[in-house]
């Protein structure tokens, strides 16, 4: 019988006659020890085997959603709690004028590379005002790639991807 693989699970028997099966999950870029338990080695290979199937259909269907939505949703559900009315207000008008419009807004999380966000950026410093007046200032842009940072690492958190940009 061969090795099993890195993430694939161990069963073995427990003192009080249990099973119990671990397995490793990347979590944040970190390896993570989950633990799953059973009267029977059949039963404890099923739980195991459900976890892994929910695991990634989640990536699956979470991961087609687009960066302009999810912002929207990371904002509101996300940040709204936790900082003030005032910053609350200066994301979604940041959001609003310079990410929701664009051509990233309509990207999927998933598919959306370092290449992608670069050019947006570069667009920014360019031609980003509203007005057509010429580019942002750089402290803006520097707000605006925290602002899709930070919804891009939750993004990660809820596994939505698994790794934050190709």
């Known amino acids: 019988m061969g090795r099993r693989s890195n993430g694939e699970g161990t069963i073995y028997k427990r003192k009080d006659g249990y099973r119990c099966a671990q397995y490793t999950q990347l979590i944040n870029g970190k390896e993570k020890r989950k633990t799953v338990y059973g009267k029977t080695q059949k039963e404890v290979k099923n739980k195991l085997n459900i976890l892994k199937v929910e695991k990634t259909s989640d990536v699956q269907e979470n991961s087609m959603i687009p960066l302009g939505t999810w912002m929207a949703q990371w904002l509101e559900e996300y940040k709204k709690p936790m900082l003030k009315i005032t910053t609350y207000e200066g994301y979604w008008m940041m959001f609003r004028s310079h990410i929701e419009k664009s051509n990233i807004a309509s990207r999927s999380i998933n598919k959306l590379t370092t290449t992608e966000l670069q050019v947006f950026y570069n667009t920014l410093s360019t031609s980003g005002r509203s007005d ?32 934050k940009c190709k």
């Open 132 to 163: 057509g007046k010429g580019g942002l200032s750089p402290r803006m842009v520097r707000y605006i790639y925290i602002l899709i940072n930070g919804a891009m690492e939750q993004a990660i958190k809820k596994r939505f991807n698994n790794k």
